[in-house]
Nanobody, 115 residues
Framework: QVQLVESGGGLVQPGGSLRLSCAASGNIFRLNGLGWYRQAPGKQRELVAA???????NVADSVKGRFTISGDNAKSTVYLQMNSLKPEDTAVYYC?????????WGQGTPVTVSS
């Protein structure tokens, strides 16, 4: 079992920044397999950024250069630093753990980018 708890969402003006945190517990290996997805109203959930099972990083084209995924192994926590936020980044952001057949989700944290 893996538990994921997100925090850090909120309301921010366009051009602003937020940092999301996801604290993971349970059967995980370092931070491999952890990532962030988002789901905007009326849209499908999509990958934002993730650390693969081999430790490389995938980042969606729509956020490259603006969002950065990082982590703290000692705290079993993965972060999503979001800069230069745009209204189209508004969504519920979910932490995800995926390894083989395992697929776990956090409860989500809402991010609203609006003036």
């Amino acid at each position: 079992q893996v538990q994921l708890v997100e925090s850090g969402g909120g309301l921010v003006q366009p051009g602003g920044s937020l940092r999301l945190s996801c604290a993971a517990s349970g059967n995980i290996f370092r931070l491999n397999g952890l990532g962030w997805y988002r789901q905007a109203p009326g849209k499908q959930r999509e990958l934002v950024a993730a650390i693969t099972t081999v430790g490389s990083v995938n980042v969606a084209d729509s956020v490259k250069g603006r969002f950065t995924i990082s982590g703290d192994n000692a705290k079993s926590t993965v972060y999503l630093q979001m800069n230069s936020l745009k209204p189209e980044d508004t969504a519920v952001y979910y932490c995800n753990y995926r390894w083989g057949y395992a697929n776990y989700w956090g409860q989500g944290t809402p991010v609203t980018v609006s003036s």
